[in-house]
């Protein structure tokens, strides 16, 4: 993947959308608050536009429990429950992820509409292919950084402070939760400039912070407690590990969506440097072995880079946060990911 990264700018991609009528805005399978944010914001955006773009947003789920409020009064389309997006599009914006691999549903439709498409992204690696009009910034915390300009030039307005509330709020949202709500290593000064200028613009980031964050139900808690329970440590306690089984999901009652940010929970333990939850999942087709990694490490000069230990397992992400699928159980799955955090904390 020699040559990932921008091809193109915010201006050039904001002229080009200007000569379409229907967009379709997708994003990564299982999208999180700064892929529902930032393709909501964009086809807002092109939607409020002079040219008064016909824009949507087609999503492969799972879906978060508040991805609807988020989305309330504009178009969207799930795959799972309305099929491949109406024909008639002549561009697609793809964002917060350039593989392959992320795309596999909306895959059908960015063939269709190639060389019409587009794509924003701020991860480390992506397919080339998927769009040669690309912007990739990976110093930016979350796509809705370079989407907020993106949307600004698409409006006409000076800058992201002046977008209208609509636009601004899941921009907020995507730069919040990419961040751990501005708590995590990728948060730089052009982000909370960025905040600000969107708090500016009238996000109700408190009322954001209820809809995403406190929304829980006891079945997630359950399910919590259970990846807690399971929690084992290695390499002198700088390695915790964590795993749920099918069966932890059908005994608490929890789904798939409940288990966002329990990877996050062992780096509160102090001599952690790294965490690992291991979910044992149902393969695409039913066949064979399949378990979800998620790897979160602590910045500082001890850090370990998951991204570079899961794209030995054939994943990737971003050097803090990080994921691979393996096509094994659970208990083989362990002993790889331990075996690997092992070596990279000695
Ligand atoms: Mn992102």
Redesign the pocket.
Known sequence: MNGWGSTSSIGEIAEWLKGKRRVTVVTHGKP?G??LGSTLAVARALRMSAARIDARCWYAGPMPEWAAALAEGTPWGLVERDGQPPDGTDAVVIL?TGSWSQLEMVKPLIEKVAPETALLD?HLHGDEAVSGRRIVVTSAA??CEPAAELCAAVLGVTGPSRLPAEVASPLYL?LAT?TGWFRFSNVTPGTLRMAADLIQAGVDHSGLYRLVEQRDKPSRLKLMARALESMEFTAGGRVAVSTLKQQDFTESGASAAETGGFADLALSIEAVLVSAILTESEPPGGQGLLTKVSMRSKPGPDAVDVNEVCMHMGGGGHARAAGAKLSCGLIQAKSRVMKALEEVTV
């Open positions: 999180d700064d892929a917060d701020h979350a796509v995507g990419d």
